[in-house]
């Protein structure tokens, strides 16, 4: 793989591949979706990804990273991310919850999030989940060869803060491939210096905004994963896997980029 300022450019073949890695992650995101209801834990949405995962005869990303447990990152609520699945947290009517995923697939990942709604949700929250998505396809659209890494910072944070909510500066988006995380790193808000580089074609993003209906500031509960609004207030998370084109960005979790069964 080339590399332009340390960030990985993908060549055609390595696209594809990253394109079933994603497909696959978006496939298990609609079951996720579908399954989603009132009086279901979180671990049971665990157990369909892990069979998902079988089925498909690949890695889940997720399990083992740094130590992490397990396979989908579960966040109810005032979690934002890495939020563990337990048999214990029963989604009730009105929570909403976050489902991050990744695959590795022949040695190429995907990463793909979602927050779903659990029956009927409050106002607030559907307008939340609203400018969460509508703020991950602004930055989607500003990734274009011409423009540079913190046009996309600039496109989420400004469509967040118009409507009134926080980004969360604890966590990033990030480079995407042979590796789940590489760079560069991609701010939801546009910092102070940074490396704020120019955007080449073939570079793989996990773009990936996480807002707040309060503060930005986060709290890492005592099993060093589960990450909440200092605050408790209702958190957001959205994220697609993508490529740079000449043609401009590429969203590779769609689920029509896997055809296998699963």
């Known amino acids: 793989m080339k590399k332009f300022r ?4 993908k060549n055609e073949n390595e696209i594809a591949k990253m394109r079933i890695a994603n497909g696959m ?13 009132p009086g279901i834990s979180t671990m049971f949405l665990e157990d369909i990804a892990q069979e998902m995962c079988r089925k498909m005869k690949v890695r ?3 399990q083992g990273y740094c130590g992490f447990p397990f396979a989908l990152c579960c966040s109810v609520n005032e979690t934002i991310v890495h939020g563990f699945p337990s048999k214990d947290r029963i989604l009730k009517e009105g929570d909403i919850v976050s489902c991050d995923m990744g695959v590795c697939y022949e040695g190429f990942y995907g990463d793909s999030a979602r927050t779903f709604f659990v029956g009927e949700v409050s106002e607030e929250a559907k307008k939340l989940c609203k400018v969460t998505e509508e703020c991950l396809h602004n930055g989607i659209a500003a990734a274009t060869i011409g423009n540079s890494l913190y046009d996309i910072s600039a496109a989420v944070q400004r469509h967040a803060e118009k409507n009134g909510y926080h980004v969360i500066r604890n966590f990033v988006g ?14 939801n808000f546009v910092p102070m210096g940074g490396n704020n580089i120019p955007l080449q074609e073939g570079m ?11 503060t930005y500031e986060v709290t890492i509960l005592p099993d060093k994963w589960t990450a909440n609004t200092k605050d408790g207030s209702l958190a957001g998370h959205f994220e697609h896997s993508i490529v740079i084109t000449s043609d ?7 689920s029509s980029n896997y055809t296998g069964t699963c």
Do not use: N, Q, T
Request: charged share 15%; no cysteine; proline share 10%.
């Open 25 to 37: 992650v978006s496939r298990v995101l609609d079951a996720l979706g579908e399954a989603v209801k």
């Open 6 to 9: 340390g960030v990985y450019i």
């Open 174 to 187: 990030h480079g995407i491939g042979a590796s789940l995380h590489e760079k560069p790193e991609v701010p």
């Open 60 to 62: 889940p990303a997720f």
């Open 248 to 254: 401009g960005p590429e969203i590779l979790s769609l």
């Open 204 to 214: 793989a993003l996990a773009i990936e905004p996480m807002l707040a209906v309060g």
